[in-house]
T-cell receptor, first 116, second 110 residues
Framework: NAGVTQTPKFRILKIGQSMTLQCTQD?????MYWYRQDPGMGLKLIYY???????DKGEVPNGYNVSRSTTEDFPLRLELAAPSQTSVYFC???????????????FGPGTRLLVL | RKEVEQDPGPFNVPEGATVAFNCTYS??????FFWYRQDCRKEPKLLMS?????NEDGRFTAQLNRASQYISLLIRDSKLSDSATYLC???????????WGAGTKLIIKP
C-alpha cells in the first residue's frame, strides 16, 4: 500500500493564480481531511469528507474548495492564491471516528506552497 | 485560553535520560487524546492513543489526568532517534474535528 500520496511536493504561485493539490489514498478509508500547518502553529482543518460525495467545512475553509467524487481522491482547490495561503498542506485519511484504531489519521507527505 | 496548549521547547536532553512533557486541554468533555510525532519537514505519525487513564508502549508512557485536564508523555532511555516534535491532539466531542497542539520540540544529544 502506498498509503496517502500528495502532489505536488512543492509549488510557487503568484498572487491570484489558482491550483489544485491532489490527494489519493489506497486504504479504502471513508474519512479524508485537509489541514494546513503554519510555523509554530497546530494543524488547522480546512475541509473534511466522510465519504464520496460528502464534504464539509473545517475551521479555516475560506479561499479553498474541495470535492470527493471517489473514495480514493480528495483534491483541494485554491482559486485566487493569496500570500496568507503560504503554508504546508497535509492530506490525511482515517477509517472512521470514535474510540479505537478507527480514529488514527494517516497523513500524506505534504505540499509546501509559497504564494508571492 | 487555547484549546490545546503545549510547551514549545526545545527540550534538550542527553541520550539515555528520561524526559516528560505535558499538554493541557480546555474542553472537559473531551473523550479521546493522542500523541503524534512529527519529524522535521515530514508528516505527523501516530505515536500513542490515550482513552482511559493511560497507555504504555515500550519506552513511551502516556497518562491522562481528567481532573486537571492534561495529558503527559514520558520517554524513558531516550534515543537520538526520538528527536522530533511531539504533537498533542484532542478530540473534544467524538466528531471529525481534532484539535491539534502546536507541538513540543525534543532534541536528544549524544
Amino acid at each position: 500500500n502506498a498509503g496517502v500520496t500528495q502532489t505536488p511536493k512543492f509549488r510557487i504561485l503568484k498572487i491570484g493564480q489558482s491550483m489544485t493539490l491532489q490527494c489519493t489514498q489506497d486504504m479504502n478509508h471513508n474519512y479524508m481531511y485537509w489541514y494546513r500547518q503554519d510555523p509554530g502553529m497546530g494543524l488547522k482543518l480546512i475541509y473534511y469528507s466522510v465519504g464520496a460525495g460528502i464534504t464539509d467545512k473545517g475551521e479555516v475553509p475560506n479561499g479553498y474548495n474541495v470535492s470527493r467524487s471517489t473514495t480514493e481522491d480528495f483534491p483541494l482547490r485554491l482559486e485566487l492564491a493569496a500570500p496568507s495561503q503560504t503554508s504546508v498542506y497535509f492530506c490525511a485519511s482515517s477509517y472512521g471516528v470514535g474510540l479505537g484504531d478507527q480514529e488514527t489519521q494517516y497523513f500524506g507527505p505534504g505540499t509546501r506552497l509559497l504564494v508571492l | 485560553r487555547k484549546e490545546v496548549e503545549q510547551d514549545p521547547g526545545p527540550f534538550n536532553v542527553p541520550e539515555g535520560a528520561t524526559v516528560a512533557f505535558n499538554c493541557t486541554y480546555s474542553n472537559s468533555a473531551s473523550q479521546s487524546f493522542f500523541w503524534y510525532r512529527q519529524d522535521c519537514r515530514k508528516e505527523p505519525k501516530l505515536l500513542m492513543s490515550v482513552y482511559s487513564s493511560g497507555n504504555e508502549d515500550g519506552r513511551f508512557t502516556a497518562q491522562l489526568n481528567r481532573a486537571s485536564q492534561y495529558i503527559s508523555l514520558l520517554i524513558r532511555d531516550s534515543k537520538l532517534s526520538d528527536s522530533a516534535t511531539y504533537l498533542c491532539v484532542v478530540n473534544p466531542d467524538s466528531n471529525y474535528q481534532l484539535i491539534w497542539g502546536a507541538g513540543t520540540k525534543l532534541i536528544i544529544k549524544p
